[in-house]
């Protein structure tokens, strides 16, 4: 109940600064447009190299999605008025990151046809390229909700967010990476199912973890 | 209404000042620690036979393989200690954190470093992305944003928490990269235990490995002071008279 009032809020507040989530996208897709020119017009390279590109133009956006989920939060004070509420610090935790789990599949989902048709990387394999967004976006969202919730208290959290959130994600970044080139580039050993079972095993541990500690976190 | 939180908060977290250690052990366990190292080189750099395969290049292994243990061992420490302040929030685990991460960091860094110098002329490269290598580096750039965090709060108290509670999620991060890595790539040779290990090159690598626990434990002994010393300065007096005189107990 308390989950389902954190996580409406989150929504509409998504909505009403849906501006933003436009312009996350304009980045995402610019980051896209820039990875090419670091290849050069080689369309076979490019093809080989679209699910790096996609998902590290995925990382460097959700900082900005991340920031953004807090930003309105520090405005006012409001994460105190927050924290006074008769709701769980573990629901006000989850329903953040479940909503920024939610835009950056978004992202990552609308970021595909730019990778299509900037590297000629399709596939007809829709469902399982969204479930590795998904996967990926709930294992980028997960640590980065509970980093954002320290790193928007302080002066320079552009800095601090990456620095934290970047080396801690490297798994994330390795399994979404290996299963998204196998789904556009062909599996023919069937590998992609255990960078799937990697990416639920990292959700798993970080949802857990994370809910755990995010109280200690807010708390003072 | 915030006034009251404020005062007794405060006075709640200056229970446990900060207690400044003396004494001259972790200078003793310094001195040890170098000399135990030091004969542990002299044994496997003069009295040792070079290995038959890569010659005197294997030698780096009675630095190298002590580096690695005494890097687990530092984010171990600290790993422990973060849990320990999360729980009993004595300011003395908030020093033995900073004091561990910083020279589990540093000898990370120092095990990358090595590692690149017994790699290039055994295979020819200086980075290769095997999984250990790549999760030391990954452990560095993970341990050193902590240390950046720590630097930016102000706060001690808020430092403590934020910095223990990064430290668990970064610890638990390791066997995961690892694991990760494993599977993408795997070229490293197998890892140095007793069984795959010639006696004679297991005394001075236990020798530098002794000396290696016993001048990581004077070095976060030592570290760990300055840092106490820095906190106490921090933290006002506790706010007790202050707190009874407006009428206010916590």
């Known amino acids: ?220 | 209404m915030t006034g009251i939180s404020e005062v007794s908060f405060a006075a709640a977290e200056t229970e446990d000042q900060p207690r400044i250690r003396r004494g001259p052990l972790p200078y003793i366990l310094l001195a040890v620690g170098t000399l135990v190292i030091l004969t542990g080189a002299w044994i496997g750099l003069f009295v040792a036979p070079a290995e038959t395969f890569q010659g005197n290049t294997q030698r780096i292994m009675y630095i190298h393989v002590p580096t690695a243990w005494a890097a687990m061992l530092a984010l171990m420490f600290a790993f422990v200690s973060s849990f320990a302040y999360l729980f009993n929030g004595k300011w003395a685990w908030d020093a033995r954190l900073e004091a561990s991460i910083e020279i589990g960091t540093l000898l990370a860094l120092l095990l990358c470093i090595q590692g690149s110098i017994w790699a290039k002329p055994t295979w020819g490269v200086w980075w290769d992305w095997d999984p250990r290598l790549t999760t030391s580096a990954v452990m560095v750039f993970a341990f050193a944003g902590i240390l950046a965090l720590r630097k930016f709060v102000e706060e001690p108290g808020r430092r403590a928490t934020w910095s223990a509670v990064a430290t668990i999620v970064a610890f638990i991060d390791v066997p995961v990269v690892y694991f990760s890595v494993n599977w993408w790539n795997s070229l490293h040779q197998t890892q140095s235990t007793v069984g795959n290990i010639a006696p004679a090159f297991r005394v001075p690598l236990y020798t530098s490995a002794i000396g290696f626990v016993i001048l990581l434990t004077g070095l976060i002994m030592l570290r760990a002071r300055t840092s106490e010393i820095r906190l106490s300065e921090e933290i006002a007096p506790p706010l007790e008279p202050v707190a009874s005189v407006g009428g206010i107990r916590s």
């Open chain 1, 1 to 220: 109940m308390q989950l389902a009032a954190t996580l409406r809020k989150e929504i509409l507040l998504q909505w009403r600064t849906r501006s933003q989530i436009a312009a996350v996208f304009i980045f995402g897709a610019t980051s896209l447009l820039l990875f090419s020119f670091s290849i050069g017009p080689n369309s076979e390279a490019l093809r080989l190299y679209a699910p790096g590109f996609l998902w590290l133009g995925l990382l460097l956006s959700s900082t900005l999605t991340l920031s953004e989920s807090f930003h309105l939060e520090m405005e006012e004070r409001a994460l105190e008025g927050l924290l006074l509420l008769p709701a769980s610090d573990r629901s006000l935790y989850y329903g953040k990151a479940i909503a920024n789990a939610f835009q950056l599949t978004l992202l990552g989902i609308a970021l595909i046809p730019v990778m299509v048709v900037l590297y000629d990387a399709g596939t007809t394999r829709i469902p399982a390229m969204i479930g590795v967004i998904i996967l990926g976006a709930a294992g980028l969202s997960a640590p980065g909700t509970l980093y954002t919730a320290m790193t928007s208290q302080l002066r320079s959290q552009q800095t601090l967010l990456p620095l934290l959130l970047f080396p801690l994600v490297v798994p994330v970044l390795l399994a979404a990476v290996k299963a998204t080139s196998l789904i556009i580039l062909g599996d023919p050993m069937g590998q992609a199912r255990s960078w799937i079972i990697l990416l639920i095993a990292f959700d798993a541990i970080y949802w857990s973890l994370c809910g755990l500690l995010f109280g200690r976190v807010v708390e003072d």
